[in-house]
């Protein structure tokens, strides 16, 4: 399975395996890369770093952010930035603060339903070691209850958009998530493009804004739940736009069974030119910065 995934996720956010157990699981299958692409949090960047080492893996740091203005809401992947740097790590803290006060919100819904679960349940499923605690984590804890038996069940009866348990959460604006990413030295990417809810035009126009307004650097044209003609007309729209062509199988091992990593398209991993193409693009765009 020689070749790349460029979004994945661990026990830092809502995966199920440890950075550690993520790269062991990659470097298994025969990958030459791997991003770790937790939702808002680099808690496991640190830990995954080591690991690829270890196992002579490619590791790629990367994030996963909501972001949201009047035209809609996406998320946006950031890649090849410095983990250290101030404002991205201050920024994130921010907006897990805000995770942490909707968190306390739904588990007070949860109470108010009668359903058997407290956020105890919720933060058990989490483990100690998750720096972000999601709908995912909630799903696990109503399936451990017996209030539902899948994932997916919890989601349509509960959690997801418009469902008792929704609450939304602070988020950035794509504008300001995409200089934040750009501020630290990395690339923004649009995530699974696929799954935005939008007519193939707006789509189009939302895009084209995104790039010449905002500096948006790529699109995850490659990804597991895409169909071939989804992946033709993002690879379209990103040479028409001279866009950035990314591809990721959104691993996150239990809450998402039906994901395997390394799966990304036409049954196989990303091709590894593509991080090559990013890592020019990177460099390029250090060049026109200290000019």
Do not use: C, W
């Not at 990103?238 to 990721?248: C, H, I, R, S």
């Amino acid at each position: 399975m020689s070749g790349i995934d460029l979004h994945a996720h661990t026990t830092a956010s809502d995966g199920s395996l440890s950075p550690t157990e993520l790269v062991r699981h990659a470097s298994t299958l025969g990958l030459t890369a791997l991003a770790v692409t937790d939702h808002d949090t680099l808690g496991g960047l640190a830990e995954a770093q080591r690991a690829a080492v270890e196992a002579g893996l490619d590791l790629v740091p990367g994030v996963e952010l909501s972001v949201e203005d009047d035209q809609g809401r996406f998320h946006l992947l950031g890649y090849l930035f410095d983990p250290n740097n101030g404002p991205l790590q201050e920024t994130l803290v921010s907006i897990r603060a805000s995770r942490a006060e909707r968190n306390e919100q739904m588990g007070r819904k949860m109470a108010e339903l009668g359903l058997p679960v407290t956020m105890e349940d919720v933060r058990a499923e989490a483990g100690e070691e998750a720096d972000v605690i999601a709908r995912p984590h909630f799903a696990q804890a109503l399936i451990k209850q017996g209030v539902v038996t899948s994932v997916k069940e919890a989601f349509d009866r509960y959690l997801a958009t418009g469902k008792p348990l929704y609450l939304p959460k602070d988020v950035l604006t794509p504008r300001d998530a995409i200089a934040l990413i750009h501020g630290a030295g990395g690339l923004a990417v649009m995530a699974h493009p696929g799954l935005v809810p939008l007519s193939t035009e707006a789509f189009t126009q939302r895009v084209e804004t995104l790039t010449r307004e905002d500096g948006l650097d790529g699109l995850e044209a490659y990804y597991s739940q895409h169909t071939p003609a989804d992946t033709a007309r993002f690879l379209a729209l990103a040479q028409a736009n001279t866009l950035l062509v990314t591809g990721g199988s959104d691993f996150h091992g239990t809450p998402k069974p039906h994901v395997p990593l390394g799966v990304v398209t036409e049954g196989k991993p990303a091709p590894a030119s593509l991080l090559t193409e990013m890592r020019t693009r990177v460099l390029q765009q250090t060049k026109e910065i200290k000019v």
